[in-house]
């Protein structure tokens, strides 16, 4: 019975991992090939979701709930984010970007997470030394490495940003509710983004298609099935399976858009899955 109880959140783990690195696909294919510009994407992309989250929950539960003043920061990082994540993708390819996200993303979590005295124990430091090791393998080869500066830290923002959304998402008992909530308070804050909207605003077609899949199913059903998977999880364990992602996003990135690939990916690929693995079964014997 116990085992099947875990299901849930097993399946909701391995569903969100591949919406976050659909996100990173879907962005980078609509601003690389300029269908459309950030702040836009960035729009549509959050509309979409809360619309529908929206939808879903008047389907299943009848009624929306009510906007609460306590999410106000989980909607803010939710922004932040969001936005941070679709400017970085001007400048950043599809699995080097999603490296420096969930890098970002494990290293905050766990850092916030040993601050607040949760320390972690040998076996655990080891498997996220190890996840750690494979990406920095990944990131090594020269030929990868030439970072734009302004994408670089625009991604480590938007790392952080969700690293701190996925540590208030661990104490939700309502991830549907929670998920509408953070998408709809997030809505106010795109008037910062006017500027760049009315500078260099352009979209296609195609570009908002793909910025309403990435709203609406990699984002809105993606993190409302990681908010479900988050109560399952300790704050090691949500960080280091993060990095999970980066390897899917590149693999996704050689697959549809001709990025290059290597040993080096394979190998790094094996680390993050063995220390991955070392970490869950670490917590899990204790």
């Known amino acids: 019975m116990a085992e099947g109880i875990k ?64 999410k106000l920061g989980s909607a803010l990082m939710l922004f932040v984010y969001a936005s941070c994540f679709s400017f970085a993708y001007v400048y ?27 320390p972690l124990k040998p076996a655990e430091l080891l498997g996220v030394i190890c996840a750690f090791s494979g990406l920095v393998l ?37 991830p549907s509710g929670d998920t509408y909530i953070n998408f709809c308070l997030s809505l106010p804050w795109l008037v910062l983004l006017l500027p760049w909207l009315l500078k260099d605003g352009q979209f296609t077609a195609l570009g908002v298609v793909l910025a309403a899949a990435s709203g609406a199913v990699a984002s809105g059903l993606g993190y409302w099935l990681w908010y479900v998977a988050l109560a399952s999880l300790s704050a090691s364990q949500a960080a280091v399976l993060q990095l999970l992602v980066p390897i899917i996003a590149a693999a996704g ?27 869950i079964f670490s917590r899990q014997r204790h």
Do not use: H
């Open 253 to 279: 990135g050689w697959w549809l858009l001709d990025e290059a690939l290597g040993w080096r990916f394979l190998f790094s690929a094996c680390l993050v899955l063995g220390g991955i693995l070392l970490t």
């Open 138 to 174: 990944l990131l090594a080869p020269s030929e990868q490495f030439s970072l734009s500066i302004i994408g670089f830290v625009l991604m480590l923002v938007a790392g952080i940003a969700w690293g701190i959304y996925s540590l208030v998402g661990r104490t939700s008992t309502s």
């Open 92 to 118: 950043l390819d599809t699995g080097i970007g999603a490296l420096i996200l969930f890098g970002a993303v494990q290293l905050s979590m766990l850092l916030i997470s040993w601050w607040k005295g949760a």
């Open 7 to 70: 299901l849930k959140p097993l399946l909701s783990t391995v569903l969100a991992l591949l919406a976050f690195a659909a996100n990173s696909l879907l962005c980078r294919l609509a601003l690389g090939e300029q269908q459309i510009d950030a702040a836009s994407f960035t729009g549509v992309r959050l509309l979409s979701g809360a619309l529908t989250l929206a939808l879903l929950l008047r389907c299943s539960q009848g009624r929306l709930p009510r906007l609460r003043r306590a």
